[in-house]
């Protein structure tokens, strides 16, 4: 678990699906508040950020908002006229939050995450030598460059076609037999095939974490996973792709001894047994507490092993919606009441 889990937090949205429509000229708020396009923006993205005590830099909005900024003067410019309505603050290391934001949180997990990412990237090195594997990198807390204690490590993992139950099959029984089946370091959630790359849920908790997520291992498998979800452009309009391709090695041409030696036919059995096995024995344990969410929490396809049965995407997306309400209504303002 972690903070980007709701760990410990207040989360914030399904009905708040940030869309472009904040490329119109501005938008009404309550009588006045009207806000302009640019600080409609701003402020939806400082309340996201807000639940899990992490304002954000101005390249950070710039970045990570529903605006075509023309460049970080223009943010400037519109944090600067918020913070004269008093509608967000300005906090210690250039950050920017609202109400009761502040720096320290943020900046002692940062601190953190120095000290964590060296050693994650180990584990990102290791995991790419196991068999089928195609693609590590890290998503979750470490991935936003913070780490607090008793944060779990989250990886997303990329699989050769038709393996991603038998490679996670694989991963567990390391975890289990090798780390006594500890999550700090190995908390692996998320497996797709090079065959299903594109993530199906298109919403802002979704493509945020996309728009963070931090290559590690296998550089044109990700550089394929980032063209076929370029849809997260329609919530972060300044999103691009190459500074998270930066530092991203390629992976190994090497075949391990396992996936060179099974027999395709065998491995494509065993992977349906695995998936068929993994998703009873999820669907008696989660089943009930997570009723009509499971299928988005737990999904198991041929392909796709997504294991979250906190069912976070649900509860930030739906406490942010709330926290635009609460917003508006203590500052007149229309930020939920918009197609945002």
Not at 4 to 29: I, K, T, Y
Not at 130 to 140: D, M, S
Not at 219 to 247: G, H, M, P, Y
Not at 279 to 284: G, L, P
Request: glycine share 8%; charged share 30%.
């Amino acid at each position: 678990m972690n903070r980007w889990s709701l760990a410990g937090r207040n989360p914030l949205g399904d009905e708040g699906r940030v869309r472009m429509h904040d490329r119109q000229l501005g938008v009404a708020a309550a009588p006045g508040r009207v806000l302009s396009g640019p600080e409609s923006a701003v402020l939806r993205s400082l309340l996201y950020y807000e639940a899990f005590g992490f304002p954000l830099r101005l390249a950070e909005i710039e970045r990570l908002s529903n605006w075509k900024w023309k460049d970080v003067d223009e943010v400037e410019e519109t944090v600067g006229q918020l913070e004269a309505r008093a509608l967000l603050k300005r906090l210690d290391g250039d950050l920017f939050g609202v109400a009761e934001t502040e720096a320290e949180l943020r900046l002692e997990g940062e601190r953190g995450a120095a000290r964590a990412l060296p050693i994650a990237r180990r584990w990102c090195s290791l995991i790419a030598a196991f068999p089928w594997v195609r693609g590590v990198a890290l998503t979750g807390t470490l991935s936003k460059g913070v780490l607090h204690k008793g944060d779990d490590v989250d990886f997303f993992v990329v699989t050769a076609p038709g393996r991603v139950w038998l490679c996670r099959t694989v991963l567990m029984l390391f975890k289990k037999v090798f780390l006594l089946n500890s999550h700090r370091w190995f908390c692996i959630n998320y497996l797709v095939d090079e065959d299903h790359l594109e993530i199906t849920d298109r919403n802002l908790f979704v493509a945020t974490e996309i728009a963070w997520l931090q290559p590690v291992v296998g550089r044109s498998v990700w550089q394929r996973f980032f063209e076929e979800n370029d849809w997260i452009e329609s919530f972060f309009a300044r999103w691009t792709r190459e500074d998270q391709l930066a530092n991203v090695r390629s992976a190994s041409r090497k075949v391990g001894i396992l996936e060179r030696l099974m027999p395709r036919r065998a491995a494509e059995i065993l992977d349906d047994w695995c998936r068929r096995r993994i998703e009873k024995r999820n669907r008696r344990r989660y089943g009930p507490a997570l009723g009509s969410d499971y299928e988005r929490a737990m999904r198991a396809q041929p392909g796709v092993s997504k294991h979250h049965p906190g069912n976070y995407q649900s509860k930030v997306l739906d406490r942010h919606q709330a926290r635009l309400r609460a917003f508006d209504r203590e500052h007149g303002t229309n930020l939920a009441g918009t197609d945002g």
